[in-house]
Every structure is written in structure tokens, then in C-alpha cells.
């Protein structure tokens, strides 16, 4: 074969590669079906789960690149897959593992697992669980924590969304570990994670504490977590905690903004900075007792000084307590008892919406390139005041009329309604 009719031959085979190795949709329909489709299902294929109940009694480890598990109906509600309970040490311990590049799990309940709901991990061959994608997922009682994330490598390009994390059963302690041993996600060694449009409800151990709701450590970059409301969790936001035997940063170059966090109580922060740097924290909502004095904590210490940790336009009823040696950047939060709770729509459920009453927050931020919409995706205004916190208070088209014919358009195109 001379060497132009071997350079024909490969790119023949590359052609018709593609047209040999279509993806296949697995229809399941039974637990058995799913799990043959976990350990077999090909780069591309789709495994489409039918509504229904699905016991879990067999590991559902998935090693196999680029799969995606999904409810066949959209509703998550519609597809749950379950163990025997958060305080049951039998059967599986943990619901499903995404161990390999490019698995998702989309469209589907995942409940009452001793361990973890979801665990993204390498696997023994090394692939590391790389471009993994969660939408649409409900996780509910989960004994230590709803998404877990660990491994011997870095996982990178991982997305959250749209994910409930529901404790609304007791969790009674585990074997081997403390009263407090629950957390929502837990994940070390990542790059590039993105957690968006979560709620994270409940989750709190035995002695009313817990690990954070979202809870990035050892070694996290580039994280992104905006538009998440928590609602009565012992911990909300934690990059970083108080150990730290390697003497590492716990979190860098990290992105929070536009979260909704109403506290669970207690000796309990509502958000943990410890051993971070180039950390903005922007526009978000923190509601707790307006006298607790470390509702923020940041620390560090004198081997892993804090740099670069900016917090700005946040509103916070309760108080910022910064203990680092390296020094936080403040800039235009309000704090302590300055915000009230008839400013928000309904605090002790976190919905942390503004009312018209939040006239010390109303048009008293400062414009953030990084902060261009709100909680709800509404368009911030630049050139005039933004509002500090998440929510961007827009008054009702109607009102917004009246100001018009009272000669305050100006305030109208403000708000993004023209004129």
C-alpha cells in the first residue's frame, strides 16, 4: 500500500468512526436495568430512568466517561433512587458515585443514604471525575454529607445547580464520629466548581451543629457559588475551617455572591473565610441574631496569612468578626442590628427579598463589574446605586408610573422599566 492510499484508508476510518460509535439511550425501568446501565452505558450514552421507586441494593458506581442518568419526565420528583435511611448502617452507604470525565445526574431524588448522596471521586484507574454535572436533583436525608467530593486529584469544571438539599429527618450520631458529623457539600482538592441556584434546608446534627452547607477546603480555586438560599443549616458557607495540618490556603481566588443565608442558630457561623486569599465576597444576604458577633469569621494564621479577602455591599444582621492576621478588606457592608427584619419579605424562612422598608440598603451600594445582576437575575443598575445585598428591589410597574408622572423618570430607567 503506497503512502497516499494509507493517508486515504485513515481518514476513511475517521469518517466512519463517528458513524459506528453512535450514543444509545438506555430506557430503564427497573433497579437491575439501571445498574447494568451504570457499569456498561458508553461515552454519549443517555440512560433514561421511568418514574418510579428504585431501592438501591447494589453499589451504583459509575466508571464509564461522558454517561448522563436522567428522569425520563423532567420532574425530579417523578424518579427516586433510595437507600435505607441516613441512620441505617446497612445495604450501599452511598448513592451514586460519578467516577470518571463528564458523568451527569440530572432530573432525579436521591434519599436516605448512611454516607453520602453523591459522590464525586477518581477511581482506582485514575480518571479523575472531571466536567461533572448535577442539575436538577433533589438529595434528601443524607447521614454525612448530601454531595461529597475527594479523591487523589484535583477535580476540575464541576457544576451544581438547581439542587435541593433536604434534612427533614433527626440524624442520630454515627459510628466513629462526632455529634455534628452532616454537612450539605464537602469537597478538597477542586478547581473551577460552580454552585448556583441551590437550597440547602435543615441540615444539622445531633448536638445542633454541623459541617457547611457548602464547604470548600484543602486546597479549592476558582470556585463560584452565587444565587444559593440556605434556610435553618447549623453552618452556610465555609471556604476553609480551623484545621489545617499542612498549612495550606483552604480556598483562593473564590467568587460568592447574590446567596441568601438565614442561620440555624447557636455557637454556629453563618460563613467561615479560613486560611483563604483573593476571596470576593459581594451583594450577599446573611440574616441572624443582629448581637451574635461572629456571624462572618475570618482567621488565618501566621504561616497562611489571609490576602486579598474582599467583602463589599454585603448586608448582614449580625456581625463580621475578623481575626486574621493578613486583614480583610471592608467595604460598605451593613452590619448588627442596622438591618431590620421588616426589611425583608420573610427572614426566618430565608427569603431574604427586600421590602420597600430597607431604606438604608435601597440605592446605597457601590456599582461591582462582578456583581452585574441579582439574586433573582435582574439587571443591577450602573452609574447609580445599586442596592447592597442579593435582591435588587424593583417597585411595581405601577409605582414606578406614578414616580414618572411625579417627575422622578430618572429613577425609572434606573430600575430598568425605560423612560
Not at 436522567?70 to 437507600?83: C, E, F, S
Not at 459522590?119 to 461529597?148: F, T
Request: net charge negative.
Amino acid at each position: 500500500m503506497n503512502r497516499l492510499t494509507l493517508v486515504a484508508a485513515l481518514v476513511l476510518s475517521l469518517v466512519l468512526v463517528p458513524a459506528l460509535s453512535e450514543a444509545t439511550t438506555w430506557d430503564v425501568s427497573t433497579f437491575s436495568a439501571l445498574r447494568t446501565a451504570t457499569m456498561n452505558a458508553n461515552p454519549g450514552d443517555q440512560v433514561v430512568i421511568a418514574p418510579g421507586q428504585y431501592h438501591v441494593t447494589s453499589p451504583l458506581y459509575c466508571t464509564r466517561a461522558g454517561v448522563t442518568f436522567r428522569g425520563a419526565t423532567g420532574n425530579r420528583d417523578d424518579v427516586v433512587l433510595h437507600g435505607n435511611g441516613m441512620n441505617v448502617e446497612s445495604g450501599p452507604l452511598e448513592g451514586f458515585w460519578t467516577a470518571n470525565d463528564g458523568i451527569q445526574l440530572r432530573d432525579l431524588t436521591i434519599r436516605g443514604f448512611y454516607d453520602h448522596g453523591i459522590h464525586v471521586s477518581n477511581n482506582p484507574s485514575g480518571n479523575l471525575a472531571d466536567n461533572v454535572v448535577i442539575s436538577n436533583v433533589k438529595i434528601q436525608n443524607c447521614g454525612e454529607r448530601y454531595i461529597k467530593g475527594s479523591g487523589g486529584g484535583t477535580s476540575n469544571n464541576v457544576l451544581i445547580e438547581n439542587v435541593h438539599f433536604l434534612q427533614n429527618e433527626t440524624w442520630l450520631p454515627h459510628t466513629g464520629h462526632d455529634l455534628n458529623y452532616v454537612g450539605g457539600i464537602d469537597a478538597m482538592h477542586t478547581s473551577n466548581w460552580t454552585i448556583r441556584d441551590c437550597r440547602f434546608e435543615g441540615i444539622m446534627g445531633a448536638a445542633g451543629g454541623a459541617r457547611g452547607a457548602i464547604f470548600l477546603w484543602q486546597g479549592c480555586t476558582n470556585a463560584l457559588i452565587e444565587r444559593n438560599v440556605i434556610v435553618d443549616c447549623a453552618e452556610g458557607i465555609d471556604l476553609g475551617n480551623g484545621y489545617n495540618p499542612d498549612s495550606i490556603y483552604h480556598a483562593e481566588d473564590a467568587l460568592v455572591r447574590n446567596n441568601f443565608i438565614g442561620w440555624g442558630g447557636g455557637d454556629n457561623r453563618a460563613v467561615q473565610l479560613g486560611f483563604t486569599q483573593n476571596i470576593e465576597f459581594y451583594n450577599n444576604t446573611i440574616y441572624t441574631d443582629a448581637n451574635y458577633n461572629r456571624t462572618v469569621h475570618i482567621y488565618d494564621s501566621s504561616t497562611v496569612p489571609s490576602s486579598n479577602v474582599v467583602l463589599e455591599n454585603n448586608l448582614i444582621r449580625g456581625g463580621i468578626m475578623d481575626t486574621s492576621t493578613g486583614g480583610a478588606i471592608l467595604i460598605n457592608n451593613l452590619t448588627g442590628a442596622i438591618p431590620q427584619a421588616n426589611w425583608f419579605v420573610d427572614p426566618l424562612a430565608s427569603d431574604l427579598h427586600l421590602t420597600a422598608l430597607a431604606t438604608g440598603a435601597i440605592d446605597q451600594g457601590l456599582p461591582l463589574a462582578n456583581v452585574p445582576e441579582d439574586y433573582d437575575r435582574q439587571i443591577r443598575p450602573y452609574g447609580l446605586a445599586p442596592d447592597i445585598g442579593a435582591d435588587e428591589l424593583i417597585p411595581e410597574p405601577a409605582t414606578l408610573a406614578l414616580l414618572a408622572l411625579g417627575g422622578v423618570a430618572l429613577l425609572c430607567r434606573k430600575r430598568g422599566y425605560g423612560a
